[in-house]
Each structure stands twice: as structure tokens, then as C-alpha cells.
């Protein structure tokens, strides 16, 4: 797949403004009364102080199918272990929405101060940790679960079908195991109820103010993949190198010399891409040369030709460096996110939308993030819009505020609202047309 940013690039400005039609004809977006925002944050509140590790979400979507049982929709459980899926089933005959909302919680210790906080622990890697909902996955549970309310009470004014998708293990499934938009595609949830026409999803954080909406057609998130490095030599003592072969000097020039892959090897001006180590292990004494030093590490890039060129380049680098310190590289790459992809025609015909939501003033071009989503597994099956909405609260710099995955972090409920309407009405609007 090869991508342009330039060609798929679309600016704000130059989108033109005109009003959508949402359902029944109307040109004004469906709004939420005070009641169902109320039950959102009460969701959200119960999710946040319940919180789940991926793929163990089994109160979470167990609290999801009651609820959509409970609105007359078709319910599917047990999908990639834990993954709910509900089907609405419109008045008239129309297209297929598919909207999506992950569940996972994060081993992380909460130091909100909340009167919700979480106090749970649970096992991760084989040690009980604490856990907390730091990357606002509890919030677009439950803006999710307002949006099937509204849409289940509004069934009349959709034309086709809607998709509601609670996906389990967002942040990677636990070792040894399979999770998440991946394993939900491999085991076919397209094929066996629905191919939805388009899918749209939503990230809350605190890179913008409450209500701000940060988007970006084509490429908006970096893909993510995971690499391992073991360099091994010959042990001898430190005081006579040459009796043997020295991988840590070996694993210190693939570390150096890798650097070259993205600033000499890569196209740069099709698009930008990261090659870091966060492990170096080797060596249990000071004057022992040891046998053997691990390495392990990220790439993240937002072009799969490139991808694919740092792989290559990335293995041929790490294995002719160390043979010519005498050592040998053994090289694993574990391929993890891809590339999250905003379908451009998607994008263009859904920012009248977004706009008429959010307000012209709320509605901002984002730029591109490194960081990864697997909802980028779906929107490569189907035509998708992944958005990025503000909880920061006004008063606070985004700036300083903490961000996700932070302990601290702590989004402003009152982007929910914002949050569910999107929801709503991307899927009107849709219909509608």
C-alpha cells in the first residue's frame, strides 16, 4: 500500500460548509437531553472505579450486553474472549455504520484523588498490579453505550443497520495471547453479521481543550511494531578482549549504526518514521566480557512501504554489524499495529457533520501521532473516521495536564456529551444520505 501525505492530505480550510442532512430531512444534529448525559457519566463512573486488563473485561462487556439486550438489539458475546457486538436494525433499508469503543484498562496505580477512583488490582505477567482506566477507555465505553440508547429510541430515522462494536484489548493482549480489532477480524465479525460501509471511532485525551476535535484524513497514527535483538559472542575476562568475541561492543554499534536506517535510509519526505531501543541487557559483572546481550525496541511509521523497507533494512543492519565484530544478531520482529488510516472521501463527506456538532471554532486540523490504535485493524477492512476529542477542562493547559496513560490523568466528563453526539450523528448523517 503506497501513501501520500500530500495527495491525502485534507485542510479545513478548503473543505466548503454546507449543512448535512440528518435524519427525517433536518438539518440541525440530534442532541442529547440531560437525562441520558447523566446516565453516560454514571457508566462512566461505574467502569472507571471497575476497571479490566485486556481480555478479562468480562464485567465490563457483561454491564455492555445488558445494556443492548435491554434496547431490543441483537447481542453477540464472546467475540475475541471478551468483545461485544450489538446490531440496530433501522426502520428502512440503508447502509451499514459501524461504531466502536474499546474496553481495556492499564496496569497502572490511580493517584486521581477521585471519589470513584480505582482500588482494583489483578495479575499482569504474573505479578498483581493495580489497575486504572488511564487512557479513557471507560469514557468511550460509555459514550458508546449513550449513543445505542439514543439510536435504539430513534430507530425510525435510521435507514440500514448500526454496528455497535465493544472491543476488548486495545492496549495489546497479554502474553502468549490474542486480542483485540485483530482477532475480531481473524475470527470474521464482518462476515458473520455485518460489513459495514463505513466505521468511525474516537479517542478522548488531554491534547486539546473539552469539545475540541482534532482530525486528519489519510495517515493520522503511526504503526507500531516491536523488535528483539540478541547478539551473542564468546565470553571471556575483561582484562583479555581478545580471548574471546565482545557482543556488548557489537550490540553498542547496532544500537549506533541503526540510527542511519531512518535519517539515510528512508524516504523522509513520504513520510516520517521512529527507530528507538528502550532495552539494552547484558553482562552480570564488571570485568566478566559476557556471551550474550539483548536488545529490544520500537519502529513506528506511517507508510507501510516504509514498514516493510525498515524490516529489511533494520535485519540486514543488526546481522552485518555483528558479524563484523566476529558476533552473530539473531533478529525477531514482532509486528503489532498498523498504520491508522481516515479514508479520505470518508473524511470529506463527514466534516460537514463534525462541524455542525462541535462548532466551526471547536473543529481543528490534527497533526500526525506517533503513537498506535488498533482501531487501524478495521480501517483497513472498511472505509473508517478516527478522531481525537479534548477533555482537558478550560482553566487547565493542555500542555501540562496529564496526559494518557499518566496516573493523574483525569478527562472532563463533559466531553462525553460531545463525545456520544459525534456518535449519533455521524451515524444519521450517514444513513440519512
Known sequence: MKLSLLALSLCAASAAFTLPTFAAGSTEPARIDTNLEQRVIE??????????????????????????????MEVHTGIAHTGVVGILRGAKPGPTV????????????EQTGLPFASTVTAEFNGAEVPVMHACGHDMHVAMLMGAAEYLAQNRDDISGSVMFIFQPAEEGAPAGEEGGAQLMIKEGIFERFERPDAIFGIHVGSMSHTGHVGYRSGPIMASSDRFNVRVRGEQTHGSRPWGGVDPIVAAAAIVTNSQSIVSRKLDLTKAPAVLSFGVIQGGVRNNIIPDEVYLEGTMRNFDMDTRAQMFEKFTRVAESTAAAHGATAEVVINEGYRVTINSPDLMERMLPTTRAVVGDAYLTEASLGTASEDFSFFALEVPGKYVFLGATPYGQDPATAPGNHSPFFNPDEAAMKVGTELFINWTLNFSAE
Open 43 to 72: 457508566w462512566r463512573r461505574d467502569i472507571h472505579q471497575h476497571p479490566e486488563l485486556s481480555n478479562r473485561e468480562f464485567r465490563t462487556a457483561a454491564l455492555v450486553a445488558e445494556h443492548l439486550e435491554a434496547l431490543g
Open 98 to 109: 459501524a461504531l466502536r469503543a474499546d474496553m481495556d484498562a492499564l496496569p497502572v496505580r
